[in-house]
């Protein structure tokens, strides 16, 4: 056996993954968008995953006040300003040598998106804002590229994955933009169940399951333990997938 067969042991002991499904994971690109909260559980679990290429995109360094809940990132990175995708880099790198690190210190804007997402097998949404997540949904959706989405607030969260044309688009299930407080009050753990989903959701776009996300808002409490699962039904006027729209 290879190092990676022992590596992956377990991985390839589950029928819907095999040799094929690594071979699969490994020769992916995933791009994260935000190394934060969201962002730093999915890259350890897709590394961990053996997902062979993971580019990181965040403009930002590493402050204290991160630190309850990105996980990646330590107090010598507070100590040093360092930004968040080179101290992501570095750990990831000490995680597995068999994982290509990519890093794009870049706020994504509707010039950018294209050049900073193209190539990329699945787009995983890590953001902390609006804005910038209907840029990347919509270039999604106009590449045909899956993007599975999470958000966090408080005790909460909510996750869906968008397959472009099947499924409804972020723009689709959010007709309004929350308005939400500022700095989001997190609890670290809460990020960390969310960004476990969408590392789940993101293997099982790549080795091909059918089932999860794809068309469905998860939803979660869990101050309470409460979790649900609503369809989310394709918006024909959405003006960014749907029959109706008339830009092109
Ligand atoms: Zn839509």
Redesign the pocket.
Known sequence: MTTADVRYARHMLLPEIGEKGQDLLRSSLVTICGVGGLGTPVAQYLTAAGVGRIRLVDPDVVERSNLNRQILHWDEDCDSSRPKVESAEMKLGRMSREVKVQTVRRAIDDDNVSEILDGSNVVVDCLDNYEARFIV?RWC?ESGTPLVHAAVEGWKGQATVVIPHMT??????IKKVPTVERPIPVLGAVAGVLGCIEAIETVKLIIGVKEGLAGKLFVTDLKDIVLDTFDVE??PD?????LGKTDH
């Open positions: 949904n959706v409804a688009c972020l723009a689709c299930l394709i918006d959405c003006p960014v997938c749907g």
